[in-house]
């Protein structure tokens, strides 16, 4: 590793061309700089490697990543976490927060006045046409501030430095900003890196902004202090690790549009419990597909009525519905007399120079100077997927050409072409200076406008300044701020001695429970395929002949789309993994990172065996198992007995009963082959137990009864029957002494005759009648606790004609 | 002119359904060259949610829900209705480049101004092929705006064919044009896409039509089923004046408005959402009677 003169010396050489963060003009190191270079001046180079080592750990263990869309499939990528922080003098900071919460407030007042008395519209300081043609003005809300609630509570702001050597506005994201919780995680993990140098330098902390911000949710459900949700577009959303990430953080229930329903005036979940009434939501949601009925019809994600629920003001939104029109980019040419008309003073921050060509002089400016301007759409785009990297430039600008009319002209700006300042990330041969653009978070509570003391800036992947942008392969680096005294640490826990009641977890929303229990299916499912092809395999293995036996248990693993004979059984082993993790990876919130690692290693498993090709089977499945024990025993350790942890349960004990009956009668039914006993002891990971139990040989009974009556055997059918009855009893809803209803009735009937049976009645039809029972309690709980109703819309289909 | 109306719209669920919300446009607007005597809406079954709103454009709105599992919807609307709407002055009107100046500096933003019905909306979208037609229509843009569309109206009458059932609620603008067949809103898209194009605001309107003709006059298209037809802006003396493609005629005394909108997405009669795992069959009933 170089030493410290020598790195800043080659650093300051390839920072000489433009504005640099760390490098001042002169070529020294600027002062709020110099503690953290001479930290990072004397590290090792392999003290380096293991700092950076254990920050790429820790996001990998808490499972950070980001989705790249392409070539019609998601791909979830490493988290790109650069290193050092970028820095920013404490002076600096201080005027830059007042200009943003001056800013915050100019945006509040300008949203208001929009979906209020449009003043700025009557009076002609705002060209009608910016609202009459912009998509994000939401005409069903078109007059939602009169209801004199804060439309906007949360905001992002990009900001770039400029040549001049002052921060710049570049965009205000007003619609659902992400990047709040990456920007968390990077701090985590950037401590995890460098925690003696962030002491050092006494960094900010972030916990007091979010913990205001949690504060502030809270207070807009009421006194009450209702649970508070996160509204996700689900799973397939690019930024869905960060909502579940921030529910969990913020102890906000994750909610998908399907989980609402909206009665009367008022929203409420769909809860394994019943409706239960919801007042607050953190929108993280683009607004037009959040109603179906009143909005985009096209959207299958959205609640219809709910944007009734928010005109009635029994329901808010963080931020409103039809915020997103702040977003507008024309809106930037009009900063100055807009700022004047709503706050009377002027923005203490510059925003990007930016031209409307809705009118025909400004039309022929930009049309004169296309060469040196960047031309882009003047209204935020139709955004189906919200991509997190549009800060610096719009996609798809650069092939458009200024029209000859203004008719034409209201949907195009120019903008300065900003060089960005550089800021240096550790490359492959040292510090290089990258482009960099910074986001900045506000919230509102009802002291005003607070800054996060911190944020989530982007680097460019090269010199080329142009575009910053995850998908494109940048990167993300923390944000610092150091204060004059020690940061005191601030958590979200309350304070010591404060008093505080165990309360219980709220109603799990229905969505949820139905992962979990498909959870609980599909890990088990994955269990006892590996299990019955370690078994085909292992006896191959061991020199018997292909065989009435192995037919038999080829035919079983068939149902579970594993196919021996086109010689890739792992195939069907990677499907059954991949809808375990993924299904986890759903419900990320509710559950174990540990767990859900587990499950994710499996899937790697199964491809490292698929791409070395050694056909090694037993191995496979045998690393399999140990994985799914893991799981197992995670997920009984690990996880909080409570409702969520009963429908994994079940799920569970479900599968594996279906299982167990299904291959004791496929194996036993007719003339057992040779060699089914003992598949069956195996099967049922019973070899040892049975030889303990039985004194005697192997006998077609004694194997019946240990598999499928003992209840004492965690792998017999009789044990799965009683764990489902044990823990369905248990589920809400249910009280003793009231007449049980189907579901109940059925699993007791199931139970006693479990209990009653003799091992001789145990016969194929039999247990062919317990896999229809157990498909039909199945069915009962799926209808009374987990229907989360898949939505159709229906329009008119008469026409008019 | 005063006329007594029935609407009957039906639905049948085979499979039923469940937690259903509709909206429904169903109530002629007050206003506008019509006044609005009396009116009734009887829906069936009885609703566990129904309130009564207006929405943005000023057009009234049912709001009703459903929690019980149903297998049938059926509303009916009836209304007494006198229209008095005297032709526009449509070659006294201010020059189509007045009318396109006129609308894009406009100061209000409220439902009835044209800076809604200019750029594209969720049906609307443009077609250079069509905004090229309803260029040539308009030989001049210095002729009156009035003219000009009451030119394009009755272009769009000769050069498409009405065959009901040739489209459906679906179309697109591009399909619409391009097979110069179709129904009312097929052509009302059309229009409303052709001359928001060329700087007209344009929006689409819901309604019905005179059933039978006075005598000695043909019967008009589209009488025995909901009808839709354009309003064109022409200036801020004019304001909003109804055309019919359809007929390629002005919208006058045997047009009754229910609903405008950008296009048919705002102005649909029902709009719902529910779940269901079946199919679902409508038929809608339409009488305009003159009385008195």
């Known amino acids: 590793m170089l030493s410290e003169p020598n790195l800043l010396r080659r650093y300051a050489t390839l920072a000489a061309k433009g504005l640099d963060e760390m490098i001042a003009p002169d070529g020294k190191v600027r002062p709020h700089y110099a503690p953290l270079m001479a930290k990072l001046g004397t590290m090792p180079g392999a003290e380096l490697a293991r700092r950076f080592a254990s920050s ?271 977003e507008t980019p024309a809106l930037l040419a009009f900063q100055k007399p807009l700022a004047q008309a709503l706050i009377g003073e002027d923005l203490k921050l510059p925003t990007i120079a930016t031209w409307w060509c809705g009118q025909e002089k400004i039309r022929r400016f930009v049309e004169e100077n296309a060469a040196r301007l960047q031309l882009g759409p003047a209204f935020p785009g139709a955004p189906h997927f919200p991509v997190m990297g549009e800060t610096a430039t719009r996609p798809g600008a650069g092939d458009q050409t200024v029209p000859a009319s203004t008719r034409e002209g209201v949907t195009l700006v120019g903008q300065e072409i900003a060089a960005l300042s550089t800021t240096p990330v550790w490359g492959q041969k040292g510090l290089e200076p990258r482009p960099v653009t910074l986001r900045a978070f506000l919230m509102r509570d009802e002291e005003g406008w607070h800054v996060m003391p911190g944020g989530f800036a982007r680097v460019a992947d090269s010199r080329d300044a142009r575009v910053i942008s995850m998908q494109r392969g940048g990167g993300s680096i923390d944000v610092w701020i150091s204060s004059e005294t020690a940061a005191k640490p601030v958590t979200l826990l309350g304070p010591k001695g404060d008093r505080f009641s165990r309360r219980l977890p709220g109603a799990l929303p229905a969505r949820a429970a139905d992962n979990l229990f498909w959870l609980g299916r599909y890990a088990e499912r994955g269990e006892v395929a590996a299990r019955l092809l370690r078994l085909h395999a292992g006896r191959a293995g061991e020199g018997w002949s292909e065989g009435e036996l192995e037919t038999r248990i080829a035919t079983i693993l068939e149902d579970y789309g594993v196919e021996i004979d086109g010689g890739h059984p ?184 479990l209990q009653t049976a003799d091992a001789v009645e145990v016969d194929s039809a039999f247990l062919d009648r317990i896999v229809g029972d157990l498909a039909l309690i199945s069915d009962l709980l799926t209808q009374r606790y987990l229907l989360s109703s898949p939505r159709a819309a229906a329009e008119w289909s008469g026409g008019p004609e | 002119m005063k006329y007594a109306i029935r609407l009957k719209i039906t639905y049948d669920y085979p499979s039923a359904v469940s937690d259903a919300r509709h909206l429904l446009r169903v109530r002629p607007r007050d206003g506008g060259g019509q006044t609005l005597q009396s009116i009734d809406v009887a829906i069936a079954p009885r609703p566990g949610e129904h309130a009564r709103e207006t929405d943005f454009f000023g057009n009234g709105v049912d709001a009703i829900a459903f929690f019980a599992q149903q297998t049938e919807l059926s509303v009916v609307m009836e209304a007494k209705v006198t229209v008095d709407r005297p032709p526009a002055p449509l070659d006294a009107s201010p020059s189509l480049d ?91 898209h059309v229009m409303i896409a052709g001359l928001r194009a060329n ?78 795992a079946g199919p679902q069959a409508t038929d809608h009933f339409v009488d305009v009677v003159p009385i008195g």
């Not at chain 1, 998509?135 to 905001?155: C, H």
């Not at chain 1, 990172?593 to 290693?601: G, I, N």
């Not at chain 1, 995670?634 to 299904?662: D, I, V």
């Not at chain 1, 248990?730 to 005759?753: I, Y």
């Open chain 1, 570 to 753: 792992e195939r069907g082993l990677l499907a059954l993994a991949r809808q375990a993790a993924d299904t986890a990876s759903r419900i990320r919130e509710r559950f174990s990172p540990d767990a859900w690692r587990t499950l994710k290693d499996i899937v790697a498993l199964i491809l490292d065996a698929i791409a070395e090709k050694d056909g090694d089977v037993v191995g496979l499945t045998s690393a399999i198992l140990t994985h799914h024990s893991g799981f197992a025993g995670l997920a009984h350790e690990n996880m909080y007995r409570f409702t969520g942890w009963r429908f994994m349960q079940c799920g569970r004990a479900l599968e594996r009963g279906q299982a167990t009956a299904a291959t004791v009668s496929a194996l036993l039914s007719e003339e057992p082959p040779a060699g089914a006993l003992e598949a069956l002891l195996t099967f049922t990971d019973s070899s040892v137990t049975y030889r303990r139990r039985y004194s005697v040989d192997l006998s077609e009974e004694t194997v019946v009864d240990l598999a499928v009556l003992d209840p004492l055997n965690p792998r017999s059918l009789a044990f799965q029957v009683n764990t489902l009855a044990e823990v369905t009893s248990a589920l809400p809803g249910v009280h003793l002494g009231e007449t049980p209803d189907l579901l109940f009735r059925r699993l007791a009937r199931l139970k006693v005759r």
């Open chain 1, 56 to 326: 790429r750990q820790y996001l990998s263990e808490a499972g950070v990543f980001h989705q790249v869309y392409g070539e019609g499939s998601e791909q979830s990528h490493d988290w790109p976490l650069g290193h050092p922080a970028l820095l920013i003098d404490r002076g600096e900071w201080a005027e830059l927060s007042a200009g943003l919460v001056q800013r915050a407030g100019f945006l509040e007042a300008l949203l208001a006045d929009l979906y209020g008395e449009r003043r700025v519209v009557a009076s002609g300081v705002l060209p009608g046409i910016l609202v009459g043609r912009n998509p994000e003005f939401l005409r069903p809300l078109a007059d939602q501030a009169r209801l004199g609630a804060p439309l906007l509570s949360f905001i992002a702001v990009d900001l770039g430095r400029g040549p001049d050597g002052r921060w710049w506005v570049l965009g205000d994201r007003t619609q659902a900003p992400s990047g709040a919780g990456f920007a968390l995680e990077n701090r985590v993990a950037t401590s995890k890196a460098f925690p003696d140098v962030s002491r050092a330098l006494n960094v900010e902390r972030l916990a007091g902004f979010f913990r205001r911000f949690r504060e502030m949710l809270f207070a807009l459900g009421g006194p009450e202090r209702a649970r508070i949700g996160l509204l996700t577009p689900g799973p397939h959303n690019e930024t869905y690790y960060e909502h579940a990430y921030l529910a969990r953080y913020l102890g906000l229930l994750l909610l998908e549009g399907g989980d609402l329903v909206v009665h009367g005036d008022r929203a409420e979940v769909r809860t394994v419990d019943g409706f239960q009434p919801i007042r607050v939501l953190w929108r993280r949601l683009d607004a037009d597909f959040c109603d179906p009925l009143e909005l985009f019809g096209g959207s299958r994600i959205g609640t219809p009525g709910l944007a009734r629920a928010v005109r009635s003001g029994a329901l808010t939104l963080v931020n409103a519905l039809g915020s997103g029109i702040l």
């Open chain 2, 98 to 188: 007045a009318v396109a100046d006129e609308a894009l500096h406009g100061r209000s933003a409220e439902g009835a101004s044209p800076i809604h019905h200019l750029g594209p909306s969720r049906r609307i979208a443009p077609l250079a092929a069509l905004t090229a037609y309803v260029a040539e229509t308009f030989e001049t843009a210095k002729q009156p705006a009035g003219a000009a569309v009451m030119a394009l109206t009755k272009r769009i009458r000769a050069d498409f064919a009405y065959k009901p059932g040739s489209t459906s609620v679906g179309t697109t603008v591009a399909e619409a044009f391009a097979q110069k067949r179709g129904v009312c809103q097929d052509f009302s």
């Open chain 2, 199 to 276: 700087g007209i605001p344009a929006r689409y309107i819901s309604g019905f039509l005179r059933t039978e003709p006075p005598k000695g006059q043909p019967r008009l298209e589209g009488a025995d089923a909901m009808h839709a037809w354009v309003d064109a802006w022409l200036g801020n003396d004019i304001g909003w004046v109804g055309f019919d493609p359809t007929n390629g005629i002005l919208a006058g005394n045997d047009h009754i408005v229910v609903a405008v909108g950008r296009d048919y997405s705002d102005a649909l009669p029902i709009a719902g959402a529910f779940v269901t």
